[in-house]
């Protein structure tokens, strides 16, 4: 396969509020779709002229839930993912329940027309939130077709047990901030005196450059387990990594491996495009670069979801 095209584009649809946040200005509501996920809740309100609203809280957030659907009064209200039973039991007025990935692939149409990147051919879907699902969507025909325990939730699990960061927005800036290559063990560390197969920056474990500073330890410093003269990037001094460094490896294990998984989905789908969506994207640059480049490389189309995170609340809204 030849590289194809990346493409990321803003989208000229809504106002979206900061993170816990809430546009209180909104007095009433036509339409509203909330998408409540294991960790994060997404909602997409409508007002009377017909604009869109929104917004991502911490999941459940039942009392706050609660309190805007009185406040707002939508005429209609969709509720989707994980979470919905338990809201739909506290609110107890009329709401439309439709599948999670149905209303991830209505939403997900819409965005694209929007931003003026829908095609009549079916594409996979890739929503990454806590987990990973891949979805073929066909117009309105949407089908889960795979998926991975890979995702935001594995990123900040680990991230928290490695670095002690205890939210995505620090977890991604110190990420930053790292190097890859000082974590993991690349395929120009293993192959250095003979023909590369693969790309050199390729990575061939992750975290595996860790297990060679034991080797360097074990040896004595300044020379590698072959006793040759260590090289301070291949072969690190023995020693704790840099908790940027781990962050970074983090999100490459997690990027990295949701990208491959996707890349076989889409070929046994029978698609050329991937478009990626979910909330863990969301200003989270190094997962995105990683994402679109190991997917254009395979030769499909690599698309990032506008409003990422909130296709399900939008398409939720748009079934009711």
Known sequence: MSAKTEVTAELPIGTLAAFGEF???IDSAVAMGIDSGA????????????ALYFATWPSPSLDRVVEILDRLKPNRLGVTGCGSAGILERWGGEASHPIEFDAWGRGANEILAEA???SDDPYLLVSIGTGTSALRVEGDQVERVGGTALGGGTALGLGLALTGCRSHD??????????????????????????IPIAAEATAASFGKLARSLDSAATGAGTSATGSENDPHKNPPHGPARSEDLAAAVMGLVAENIALIS?????????????????????NPSIVKTIQFLTSVMGFEAIILPRSGHAGALGAMRIA
């Open 23 to 25: 546009d209180e200005s």
């Open 39 to 50: 960790t994060l809740l997404k909602l997409c309100v409508q007002d009377h002229e017909g």
């Open 116 to 118: 003026g990147l829908a």
């Open 170 to 195: 620090e977890l991604v800036e110190l990420a930053s901030r790292g190097q890859r290559g000082a974590v993991d063990l690349l395929i120009s560390d293993i192959y250095e005196k003979v023909d």
């Open 263 to 283: 890349n076989a989905r889409a070929t046994v789908a029978g698609v050329s495009r991937i478009v990626y969506g979910g909330s863990t994207l969301y200003e």
